[in-house]
């Protein structure tokens, strides 16, 4: 079954929202409701959806004030929003698209017209979905790219008071995998570690692989031993998983990692050479460790 996708119904009217539940009554659609313009947003805060109906004229907030606040929400300015609405007048469709709307049907509506153009909505979505996923993942691992590891890297470096870590995390001998054992195991292994790394990371904490075999992590941690904790974490994970070849060979790597915490650096890159120092000790003084130095 294709994925699911959730489309949020918002109409003063119950049986509105009836008919147009019913009407879009299909396998991969969840549909949620809501029957005024304040219980619209506060469903978008409980839960994530990704295509809004929205009627014009609802008492109290209507449909344009609804919209106008969503695309002022940077959280939720990406949903796209099909106006469903019995004014057609040329001011109100005009008005439609200028709050942000991608889209606008009459009411009544007719039901093969208002699927096809939700069908329509959810091509596109899926469309920039997977142009978003090309931009900032590394296609090998699917963590984020260089690219993307430094924008995010940097709102959180200027968002965060105190007390964000930095690991610079480098598979050790990795050449030598790749001569030994070839390219292929080479890229499973790199796919592996970042998987490991993944799975020990707060889900809060950016990572990203910034080339070759080398990833970073940025995460908030309160002091050097938190961020020490999570090294470690990582460091050991990522030993204890091994890959297994189709030929039945168990392969396994180490990483070196160089930790930084941020309390003088001036900047992102300023902490990322913190820790990009402490990488390169860590790995002269015999890999499969972490060094750390507090600034
Ligand atoms: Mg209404």
Do not use: W
């Not at 050790?172 to 490991?196: E, M, Y």
């Not at 080339?211 to 460091?235: I, N, Y």
């Not at 001036?266 to 003084?285: E, F, T, V």
């Amino acid at each position: 079954m294709a994925e699911q996708r959730r489309v949020l119904i918002v109409d003063d009217d119950a049986q509105n929202i009836k008919v147009a539940a019913n009407a879009l009554n299909a396998p991969d659609l969840i549909i949620g409701f809501a029957k005024s313009g304040a219980d619209a947003l506060r469903r978008l805060e409980e839960t994530e959806f990704d295509l809004i109906l929205l009627d014009v004229m609802m008492p109290r907030m209507d449909g344009f004030q609804v919209c106008t606040k969503l695309k002022e929400d940077p959280e939720k300015s990406h949903i796209p929003v099909i106006f469903l609405t019995a004014r057609t007048d040329e001011e109100s469709i005009e008005r439609a698209y200028e709050v942000g709307g991608v889209d606008y049907v009459p009411k009544p509506f007719r039901t093969r017209e208002l699927i096809a153009r939700v069908r329509s909505q959810l091509r596109q979505l899926e469309l920039r979905r997977r142009l978003e996923q090309l931009a900032t993942r590394d296609s090998l691992t699917g963590v984020y790219n260089r690219r993307r590891f430094f924008e995010l890297g940097e709102a959180t470096f200027s968002r965060s008071k105190a007390g964000l870590a930095a690991f610079m995390i480098d598979i050790d001998h990795f050449k030598r995998i790749n001569d030994v054992f070839g390219h292929q195991i080479g890229d499973a292994l790199l796919k592996k570690t970042a998987d490991s790394i993944g799975r020990v990371l707060p889900e809060k904490a950016v990572f990203g692989r910034l080339g070759g075999e080398e990833f970073a992590a940025l995460m908030p941690a309160k002091d050097a031993d938190e961020a020490r904790h999570q090294a470690e974490a990582m460091r050991e994970e990522v030993a204890r998983t091994v890959l297994e070849t189709e030929d039945g060979r168990n392969i396994s790597c180490t990483v070196s990692i160089g930790l930084g915490i941020d309390r003088e650096a001036a900047s992102l890159d300023g902490l990322l050479k913190i820790a990009d120092d402490m990488l390169y000790r860590a790995k002269g003084a015999g890999r499969n460790r972490t060094m750390l130095r507090e600034s």
